[in-house]
């Protein structure tokens, strides 16, 4: 008899996925239309360009986010022309042979170093010679907000104590109080997996979220906090309620965004993943729907070497769970002749 019920359950989740899945796809870009780690348009000319020996758009493109001191794109686009010389620096080295003190050649050379060296096995000392770097690219535009992001990276890989981490943050909010990547840098030093702790990463993100402008992306960093928690192991209620209700605080943000918009991309995904493990599943597909085509490498590159693959795999398993719990019929439906194989 339990056999018999457990293949009629069996049935009835078959029979629902079958019927509602192909509609749970509106407002889901196909397979072959979403892109990893798209760049916006202003990076992608320099992307180009680079891809061409030439560093001219890279380095207008750097000067204007340091002259109208926009730090979070500049981030963004110092991180990502850094690992496009990771395999393609013959772009960079003109720049630096022909401007050597050039503060955005010299901000993308300290992230190359950090990113260089932290992918060696021997991370810990090549990151240290790596030091002077990074004071040249702080000492490039004193502003400039970024270097200092570098720094607290640079610390954690070091195994830098907290009075030398906090040194390095006081002079990173000092710069830009309510900086996404300082933020990012600061809570994964302080995560357990690194030289602080669960309850110190959560307390960081929680209070950095609160103090956070409206709309700011430091808002998501607590979602941040979960996710080094859902690494570990033996989740207890009180963490999970924690969890959760970064995950409610991340919705919210999310919502300010229109649907498909790059700039959020990497908090949706992160969000889309953590709901997943949370078994969240009709939030997680809504999150699928606003990311649009836009997925990134964090955090599929946590459990694969294929990011798009995964986010894929992940959508369409997303589908089928919201599928599976859905009526096999609707009130609308009932009365309503159905034919023979409805």
């Known amino acids: 008899m339990v056999r018999t019920m457990s293949l009629i359950r069996a049935l009835i989740s078959t029979a629902r996925m079958l019927r509602h899945t192909p509609r749970l796809a509106e407002g889901l870009p196909p397979d072959d239309a979403v892109l990893l780690d798209a760049p916006d348009d202003r990076l992608a000319p320099a992307l180009v360009s680079a891809a061409l020996g030439e560093y001219e758009h890279a380095a207008k493109l750097l000067a204007s986010t340091r002259e109208s001191a926009e730090w979070e794109d500049r981030d963004r686009y110092v991180t990502r022309l850094a690992a496009f010389a990771h395999n393609r620096h013959e772009w960079l080295a003109h720049w630096?042979?022909?401007?050597?003190?050039?503060?955005?050649a010299l901000v993308v050379r300290a992230e190359l170093g950090v990113r260089k060296a932290w992918e060696s096995p021997a991370r810990v000392e090549l990151l240290r010679d790596l030091g002077p770097l990074i004071d040249a690219a702080a000492d490039g535009d004193p502003r400039d907000p970024v270097p200092w992001r570098i720094a607290l990276d640079h610390a954690r890989g070091t195994h830098a104590g907290h009075l030398a981490f906090e040194s390095l943050w006081e002079e990173a909010v000092r710069r830009s109080s309510h900086h996404y990547g300082c933020h990012v840098a600061a809570l994964q030093y302080l995560s357990g997996q690194w030289h602080g702790s669960h309850q110190e990463c959560f307390d960081f993100a929680e209070q950095a979220a609160e103090d956070a402008l409206p709309g700011s992306l430091v808002k998501a960093l607590?979602?941040?906090?979960?996710?080094?928690?859902?690494?570990?192991?033996?989740?207890?209620s009180l963490t999970t309620d924690?969890?959760?209700?970064?995950?409610?605080?991340?919705?919210?943000?999310?919502?300010?965004?229109?649907?498909?918009?790059?700039?959020?991309a990497e908090v949706r995904n992160l969000l889309a993943y953590v709901l997943v493990r949370r078994h969240r599943w009709d939030e997680a597909l809504e999150q699928f729907r606003l990311i649009g085509p836009y997925a990134t490498s964090f955090p599929w590159t946590s459990l694969t070497d294929d990011p798009l693959g995964q986010f894929l795999e992940t959508r369409d398993g997303v589908r089928l769970q919201v599928a599976s719990g859905m009526p096999l019929?609707?009130?609308?439906?009932?009365?309503r002749p159905r034919g023979h194989y409805a």
Do not use: E, H, K
């Open 96 to 104: 630096l042979a022909a401007s050597p003190g050039d503060p955005d």
């Open 222 to 236: 607590p979602m941040r906090a979960a996710f080094s928690r859902l690494l570990g192991d033996d989740l207890t």
């Open 242 to 264: 924690r969890i959760d209700a970064a995950c409610d605080q991340a919705i919210l943000l999310s919502s300010v965004y229109v649907v498909g918009d790059p700039w959020p």
């Open 329 to 335: 019929w609707n009130r609308t439906d009932r009365g």
